[in-house]
């Protein structure tokens, strides 16, 4: 709050306190007022305005001082309220009094937006455990019948309604998974089983190294992490696919490269955000956009940082860095 500022919006009641201080004069002249009364009393109002005005700037600027620096140093601008304190001055009063209304207006809106989030969630979880018993008994019957035509278009639907389940849970993503010391090696050959048919059928060569490396984070969440990862390398015509592991003192970092038809370099920036789908996308019609950007979402909820690498016709790298606890031994 600035005293130039203050001044330009009491400029209204200076020019009334002006104009009384003129009709005062007015008055005691034609009383006949000494000439030294009249100078007594206008210092005596000329020096209470004054001194009200700088009493009410101060309790103003004080006061609207904190609140501007708590709304400077908060992250969450909405939690300013819950900071402030009750001001000594009527308007700032009302002012707080407005605030709270409305701030306890949002908190039941935001309650009752989370109440029905959290049901459209719970209802999706259920749809998906149940719709997965009927694609895993038709993939069953498939492979029973040697039907691979069929069962690789189940498991496009399976790996789609994978992504929906994985999707629905990364809202809070900290409420379901369990950080604890996990197998590079193990979670890959995980994923590499799973999809073995699939590999088999592109005749894609799958090469390792250095994978003997334990990492703190969450299996399930990373073999998920892995199949998006093996998925869109099947999916963009990788012919071989190389998974390396780097451990370095304060992290480890993992390399999952493939040799398919790479990514455009203008594209590359935006890979992981939401439904973005790029040039690969527009030709190939299966990209919803999605799957990138939910590994995006959980690799920045399990506090590793993930980033790409590619040459479009050549190859594309995605690297994700785990980070390194000293309480546990990841080694």
Not at 34 to 60: D, H, N, Y
Not at 140 to 150: E, I, P, S
Not at 240 to 253: G, Q, S
Request: net charge neutral; glycine share 6%; charged share 25%.
């Amino acid at each position: 709050m600035k005293f130039k500022d203050h001044l330009k919006d009491r400029l209204t009641a200076y020019l009334i306190y002006g104009i009384s201080w003129v009709l005062v004069l007015i008055f005691m002249a034609a009383f006949r007022i000494p000439f030294q009364a009249i100078v007594i009393v206008s210092i005596i109002l000329l020096l209470t305005v004054i001194a009200a005005e700088l009493w009410g700037i101060w309790r103003k600027k004080s006061y609207y001082d904190k609140l501007l620096h708590c709304l400077d140093e908060l992250d969450k601008k909405h939690l300013l309220f819950e900071m402030a304190e009750v001001p000594e001055f009527l308007d700032g009063r009302i002012l707080y009094n407005v605030m709270q209304e409305t701030n306890r207006s949002m908190c039941e809106h935001i309650a009752e937006y989370r109440r029905e989030n959290k049901g459209f969630r719970e209802y999706i979880e259920l749809w998906v455990h149940e719709i997965k018993l009927p694609v895993a008994g038709l993939q069953l019957m498939c492979h029973n019948d040697g039907n691979t035509k069929y069962a690789e278009q189940l498991k496009q639907i399976d790996d789609y309604i994978e992504n929906v389940l994985y999707y629905a849970r990364s809202g809070n993503a900290e409420k379901d998974y369990i950080v604890g010391s996990v197998s590079l090696k193990r979670a890959f050959a995980d994923i590499a089983i799973k999809n073995r048919e699939q590999l088999q059928q592109r005749d894609i060569t799958l090469r390792t190294e250095d994978l003997d490396n334990n990492v703190m984070t969450d299996g399930k969440w990373l073999g998920f992490i892995l199949g998006q990862l093996m998925g869109n390398s099947m999916k963009y015509g990788a012919t071989e696919i190389t998974v390396t592991a780097e451990a370095l003192p304060d992290k480890t970092v993992l390399h999952f490269w493939d040799n398919g038809i790479g990514i455009p370099e203008n594209d590359l920036p935006y890979i992981f955000e939401k439904s973005f789908t790029g040039e690969n996308g527009r030709t190939h019609r299966r990209s919803t956009g999605m799957g990138l950007y939910i590994v995006g979402k959980l690799c920045k909820k399990l506090g590793h940082s993930v980033a790409a690498k590619s040459v479009q016709g050549e190859f594309t790298e995605i690297v994700i860095t785990f980070g390194k606890n000293d309480i546990y031994d990841v080694r």
